[in-house]
């Protein structure tokens, strides 16, 4: 009699459900740990409900923005070191809400990989617990997917999403950003998750070990100094907005850096003065631009090239929102204004003066 075939399970096929049942468990203590005002429902149903009125909004815009970490996660990877990618993931959509005057309310992340590592997994998620708690926002859910084939095992990608809100009257930016403008800055913790492609090649073409001594920091290793996390800037910026009132704008240095994020809170017929020698440029930004042999413009237009979030407030409230923001610990500096365009050019940044190199 011939046997009959051995059946073919999901998980012959790579799929582990099992893996992803336990990853589950994992999270639920960590999405807990995240509980805010609003946040109604438990990890593990088909979606996650939010209360705004229990959240104490009476008028409010919902506000959404989705991101990712990008080809940093190919470092986090290679130096096995998973517990700060999440971070960057939250602050990455977090500081995106803030700069348009909204308080980030919830988040739901997803982890796609070739093959469930429960461990590796459940650092990245704990990363992103813990920048939710930082930015004051429930991690109400999200999706992992298993997918063999389409990643290679120890592949892993992320995409956060999250949702915040602003009372109708306090979006940002505002119409009345004009001439004269003080422009405030504060500081980046590094790179941020922005130019790893330009980072990765970098040290691939100089042969770099990632386990080596960092060669700006030789306290650090390579890869760690790398993967330092993204800053949130959610808490002190609503408190400087909230105490002051008199923040404009707001742009989250991201991807195209100063040149291209500034411009967006500007309206037509504005520039934004920069003067470069108001910071220092911290040491793994000069180590770069002379590793790549880059310009000063390639630099500006690709890195946060030290600073991470970039104010318009009205000259006569430029005291009263520096002193706001040191209360709240940060070290605010004076970067630059706000001018008229030449020509009623689009918005753009006009760099003034040279940095110079080291700690901030």
Not at 106 to 115: I, K, N, P, V
Not at 178 to 200: C, K, Q, Y
Not at 326 to 342: C, I, K, M, R
Request: net charge negative; with cysteine; proline share 5%.
């Amino acid at each position: 009699m011939a046997q009959s075939p051995r059946p073919t399970s999901y998980r012959d096929a790579g799929v582990d459900i099992d893996a992803g049942n336990a990853l589950v468990e994992h999270i639920k203590p960590l999405a807990r740990a995240t509980a805010r005002p609003g946040a109604a429902s438990a990890l593990g149903g088909f979606g996650g409900l939010f209360d705004l009125k229990a959240a104490g909004y009476t008028d409010p815009l919902l506000v959404a923005a989705n991101d990712g970490v990008g080809t940093k996660l190919k470092l986090a990877i290679a130096c096995s070191k998973h517990d700060t990618v999440g971070v960057d993931l939250v602050a990455m959509c977090a500081n995106d809400l803030v700069v348009q005057g909204a308080e980030p309310l919830f988040f739901l992340d997803y982890y796609a990989t070739g093959r469930l590592d429960v461990e590796v997994a459940r650092s990245v998620v704990a990363g992103i617990a813990a920048g939710c708690k930082e930015a004051g926002c429930a991690l109400i859910g999200g999706e992992t997917a298993e997918m063999p084939g389409l990643y290679q095992d120890e592949d892993y990608d992320l995409a956060g999403f999250c949702v915040g809100a602003v009372e109708r009257d306090r979006v940002l930016p505002r119409a009345d950003i004009e001439p004269g403008d003080t422009l405030i800055a504060l500081a980046s913790s590094g790179l941020h998750s922005n130019g790893f492609s330009l980072v990765r090649k970098l040290i691939s073409d100089a042969r770099l070990p990632l386990e080596g001594a960092a060669p700006f920091d030789a306290t650090q290793q390579l890869g760690a100094a790398l993967l330092i996390p993204t800053r949130l800037y959610v808490r002190p910026l609503l408190e400087a907005m909230r105490a002051t009132g008199a923040v404009k704008g707001a742009a989250h240095i991201t991807g195209g850096g100063l040149s291209e994020n500034v411009p967006r809170m500007l309206g037509q017929g504005l520039r934004a003065t920069i003067d470069l020698s108001t910071w220092r440029l911290p040491a793994v930004f000069g180590w770069l631009q002379r590793l790549g042999h880059l310009s000063d413009a390639e630099m500006l237009r690709t890195f946060n090239c030290g600073l991470g979030m970039v104010l318009a407030v009205p000259a006569t409230a430029r005291e009263d929102v520096l002193a706001a923001l040191t209360a709240q610990g940060e070290v605010p500096v004076v970067v630059g204004d706000v001018a008229l365009s030449e020509d009623d050019a689009p918005p753009h940044v006009k760099f003034e003066a040279a940095w110079a190199e080291g700690a901030q």
